[in-house]
């Protein structure tokens, strides 16, 4: 069982930046992609970005040049630096890690970005 904890969250005007920070608890496997989903209210969860064990990363055609997902695979921790937000960025933030054939998810922090 591996335990997501996420940071980072906030309120933020149009324009600004926040950082998203997630630890994973350690594990007893491989933990694989690990990645950032959000859903804002009254729609369906989606990508905003993954990233591979290896460092391969891949982006939601929204976020692509602001937003920057990186992983610290010693620390077991994912992060998502967010710039340039815009007020449909504003969702409920969530924390993925794939590993031991199993999705974990973390709890959601909420982003809200002002216009």
């Known amino acids: 069982q591996v335990q997501l904890v996420e940071s980072g969250g906030g309120l933020v005007q149009a324009g600004g930046s926040l950082r998203l920070s997630c630890a994973a608890s350690?594990?007893?496997?491989?933990?694989?992609?690990m990645g950032w989903y959000r859903q804002a209210p009254g729609k369906s969860r989606e990508l905003v970005a993954t990233?591979?064990?290896?460092?391969?990363?891949n982006y939601a055609d929204s976020v692509k040049g602001r937003f920057t997902i990186s992983r610290d695979n010693a620390k077991n921790m994912v992060s998502l630096q967010m710039n340039s937000l815009k007020p449909e960025d504003t969702a409920v933030y969530y924390c993925?890690?794939?590993?031991?054939?199993?999705?974990?998810w973390g709890q959601g922090t909420q982003v809200t970005v002002s216009s």
């Open positions: 993925l890690v794939v590993g031991g054939q199993r999705n974990y």
């Open positions: 350690r594990s007893t496997f491989r933990i694989n992609a």
């Open positions: 990233i591979a064990s290896g460092g391969s990363s």
